[in-house]
């Protein structure tokens, strides 16, 4: 049994992992929390709703979103957990949600697009936009403060996450419990090219669609949350469904699906039961296989996972976590 010093040292605000971080009946976990990331936590003042992680030339950045009555909506640390600067142009963002790092063609890490959804109801709400690593604001898409399901001009309803696969295209999941239930498709230069799914538990369809994906083979995957299931597309002219994996998530819906820097695994929330889902990922295009759980990290009730991120240098993901107000950064072990 853990002393109270190493509890002390691994618990944060009131969150414990156990053995620290992993709850698993495997007897070789993947994962570790680090208890000291980031060095500084004072900087988290509200919910932490989402990262993204740049790693390149001379550049290594953890950006965190929180939302509510704060002084920044982004803070950014670097991978040791130092604190290197908040956005001060908070008006911009009204509600964070996802928030996906982005180095379009042509372009090195120092000119990244740190691309973020919008949620909230204020006068730049129901938006997908792209910042600079400053916070200056590059591009906005849909229609600043307006919700709804037109296409021309284009709105968002609670746009929840965005994705990119290698050719830049970018695929949007609207919303998180909007009207719209849908995923789109936007080529690399941000024009909309279609528009897929509806509300419904059907082939194609979504009920509160939560986060987007691409595969190292160009699969798109939508986690269909209220539906308790992902959803995977063929993402090109229009999308043509591959298969679903729902038997993973009984208890509760996907709210984030990332893969792993090494691509073998599907990290998944479940919010609701405050844990990280490990699933095997498929090894081939256009096959799925049974959805098979590998390892579970387990969070103290509470804690609220949200959405993660992976750092595609070092393999370690990072968590907001709505209930704990925080973000907490795990390493692999193998």
Same mark, same amino acid.
């Given at each position: 049994m853990a002393s109270s010093r190493t509890c002390e040292t691994v618990c944060r605000s009131f969150v414990c992992f156990l053995l620290l971080g992993i709850v698993s009946s495997y007897r070789s976990p993947l994962y570790k929390l680090v208890p000291t990331w980031p060095l500084v936590p004072s900087h988290f003042q509200a919910q932490e709703f989402s990262t993204g992680v740049l790693v390149g030339e001379n550049v290594d950045e953890v950006f965190v979103a929180q939302r509510g009555n704060v002084s920044t909506k982004m803070n950014v640390f670097s991978e040791d957990g130092t604190f290197l600067r908040s956005w001060s142009d908070i008006e911009r963002i009204d509600m964070p949600h996802g928030t996906r790092v982005h180095i379009p063609a042509g372009k090195t890490a120092a000119e990244a697009e740190i691309w973020v959804t919008d949620v909230g109801s204020g006068p730049w709400g129901h938006t997908v936009k792209a910042f600079g690593r400053d916070g200056t604001l590059i591009h906005v898409l849909g229609t600043p403060g307006q919700a709804g399901t037109g296409r021309n001009p284009l709105q968002f309803d609670q746009p929840a996450d965005v994705a990119f696969n290698a050719n830049g295209e970018m695929?949007?999941?609207?919303?998180?419990?909007?009207?719209?239930?849908?995923?789109?498709?936007?080529?690399?230069?941000?024009?909309?090219?279609?528009?897929?799914? !509806?509300?419904?538990?059907?082939?194609?369809?979504?009920?509160?669609?939560?986060?987007?994906?691409?595969?190292?083979? !160009?699969?798109?995957?939508?986690?269909?949350?209220?539906?308790?299931?992902?959803?995977?597309?063929? !993402? !090109?002219?229009?999308?043509t469904f591959i298969g679903e994996w729902s038997s993973c998530?009984?208890?509760?819906?996907?709210?984030?699906?990332?893969?792993?820097?090494?691509?073998?695994?599907?990290?998944?929330?479940?919010?609701?039961?405050?844990?990280?889902?490990?699933?095997?990922?498929?090894?081939?295009?256009?096959?799925?296989?049974?959805?098979?759980?590998?390892?579970?990290?387990?969070?103290?009730?509470?804690?609220k996972p949200h959405l993660l991120s992976v750092s595609q240098s070092t393999g370690a993901f990072y968590v907001g976590e709505i209930g704990a107000n925080q973000s907490q950064k795990f390493v692999p072990l193998h």
């Open positions: 695929y949007v999941v609207d919303g998180d419990g909007g009207m719209n239930n849908r995923l789109l498709k936007f080529s690399p230069d941000y024009k909309l090219e279609w528009v897929s799914g !509806g509300k419904g538990n059907n082939t194609g369809e979504f009920y509160i669609p939560h986060s987007v994906e691409v595969d190292r083979f !160009g699969q798109v995957w939508v986690a269909d949350r209220a539906n308790n299931r992902t959803q995977v597309f063929h !993402g !090109g002219q229009q999308p998530f009984k208890g509760d819906g996907p709210y984030s699906v990332r893969f792993s820097a090494d691509k073998k695994y599907l990290l998944v929330i479940q919010l609701n039961l405050s844990r990280v889902l490990i699933l095997a990922a498929p090894s081939k295009p256009g096959f799925l296989g049974n959805c098979t759980v590998i390892d579970t990290i387990q969070m103290a009730p509470g804690v």
